[in-house]
């Protein structure tokens, strides 16, 4: 069964540093990998997604997310945090090959970014 | 509708009662998830339906859960005589058939059983 980590449960970053969300992941066959973020009292909202091709992949508000199959990672980064990007972050799986299409997240990490 | 939408927003109901929630996916998507959230929480997989197969019940905590979904389209989530450690908010999905597409999220219902 596919599963998902997020070791951190809160990150702290200062506003214009460079921030990083981390993500490993479990599947028996090949990922799809995506990462959603919630606003408080808001519903989750789609950033990105690795599919296939690049490692790389660029989101939404300026997000990107680096997708490591040796490490089974997709740690989601962005150059220069903004105070407007403290949520609560998801990344979730499904795994490609088994035709299981469940949509599994990890735990969540909170980011809180300082003025 | 343009998104998928969750009634009620909001649900306080009395520890024993049955409440049903409801989910109305973005039209055509065939896929629709349901998850519950605890207060600040991660997500917690209940029940995954995909087109006409049976549905993927694995994440359902007790047999007081169960889903329906009705004509590949609406969903209704049912909770038997509810207990106090239901309270969450119970947050339903859509996506279109493909394992690359995203899900789209509903505001979710906020059910506190008192």
């Known amino acids: 069964a596919q599963s998902v980590a997020q070791p951190e449960d809160q990150v702290n970053v200062a506003e214009g540093n460079p921030l990083t969300v981390k993500c490993t992941y479990s599947?028996?066959?090949?990922?799809?990998l995506f990462w959603y973020v919630q606003y408080p009292n808001r519903g989750l909202q789609f950033l990105l997604k690795?599919?296939?091709?690049?490692?790389l992949v660029k989101g939404s508000y300026g997000f990107e997310a680096e997708f490591n199959k040796s490490q089974t990672s997709f740690h989601l980064k962005k150059p220069s945090a903004l105070v407007s990007d403290s949520a609560l972050y998801f990344c979730?799986?499904?795994?490609?090959?088994?035709?299981?299409?469940?949509?599994?997240f990890g735990t969540g990490t909170r980011l809180l970014v300082s003025p | 509708g343009a998104g998928v939408s969750q009634s009620p927003s909001n649900k306080v109901t009395e520890k024993g009662k049955d409440v049903e929630l409801r989910c109305d996916p973005i039209?055509?998507?065939?896929?629709l998830y349901w998850y519950r959230q605890s207060l600040g929480q991660g997500l917690e997989f209940l029940i995954y339906?995909?087109?006409?197969?049976?549905?993927?019940k694995s994440g359902l905590p007790s047999d007081r859960f169960s889903a329906e979904r009705t004509g590949g389209s609406v969903s209704t989530l049912t909770i038997q005589r509810t207990q106090q450690e239901d309270s969450a908010v119970y947050l339903c999905?859509?996506?279109?058939?493909?394992?690359?597409?995203?899900?789209?999220f509903g505001q979710g219902t906020r059910l506190t059983v008192v």
């Open positions: 339906f995909q087109g006409n197969s049976a549905p993927d």
């Open positions: 999905a859509s996506s279109l058939a493909y394992g690359n597409t995203e899900a789209f």
């Open positions: 599947v028996s066959g090949n990922p799809y």
């Open positions: 690795y599919i296939t091709g690049d490692n």
């Open positions: 979730a799986v499904r795994d490609k090959d088994t035709g299981f299409q469940k949509l599994v």
């Open positions: 039209s055509g998507h065939t896929a």
